[in-house]
């Protein structure tokens, strides 16, 4: 997000003993993401899509000094498309070199970088409805890419279009060292 101002102010509580619930300050996030405007609150002036990477960058930061284990991002591509999901798909290849990184998306850019894909169905029988988790070999993974990319309209080309991008995500994981 080039041009992005990122301002965290930090105020004292203001109750009788300085004390809350939360501890002994009030801390705002305050963003512009445009040069030139002046930052306001970003639950007030940031899109689904700021939101989306601004999380996906806080977890970043939040994380890289520990020993965190597993990161889940549930559609952390909301609002986003094009070359910005692919670098949300590269920052989650990245923060998955040093931990198991779960995420539930729908963008081929960001689906690409996984190691690991799994498709999650529902179906109904008898009245209820089930939930079928299936780990998906590398013809499954491309179908789905392909799915992902074209709906219900799966051709030849949108099949060879991801077998071509699950080739150039495995070529940036492997310069990044993975």
């Not at 799915?147 to 099949?159: F, W």
Request: proline fraction near 2%; include cysteine.
């Amino acid at each position: 997000m080039p041009g992005v101002d990122f301002i965290v102010e930090f105020e004292a509580v203001r109750s009788g003993n300085g004390l809350n619930n939360n501890g002994s300050d009030e801390v705002c996030f305050l963003m512009s993401a445009n040069a030139g405007e002046k930052p306001g609150r970003i639950n007030r002036i940031a899109s689904g899509g700021e939101l989306a990477r601004i999380m996906l960058a806080l977890k970043n930061v939040i994380t890289s000094g520990s020993d965190t284990g597993t990161m889940v991002f549930d559609e952390v591509d909301t609002g986003v498309s094009g070359i910005a999901a692919q670098r949300v798909g590269e920052k989650l290849a990245q923060l998955a070199a040093n931990r198991q990184v779960l995420c539930v998306t729908h963008l081929p850019q960001i689906a690409v970088m996984a190691d690991t894909h799994f498709e999650i169905a529902k179906s109904i029988s008898l009245g209820r409805t089930y939930t079928n988790v299936t780990e998906l070999d590398f013809e499954g993974r491309k179908h789905e890419i392909a799915r992902l990319s074209g709906g219900e309209n799966i051709t030849e080309t949108t099949i060879n279009s991801a077998a071509e991008q699950l080739a150039a995500a495995t070529a940036f994981k492997r310069s990044i060292g993975m």
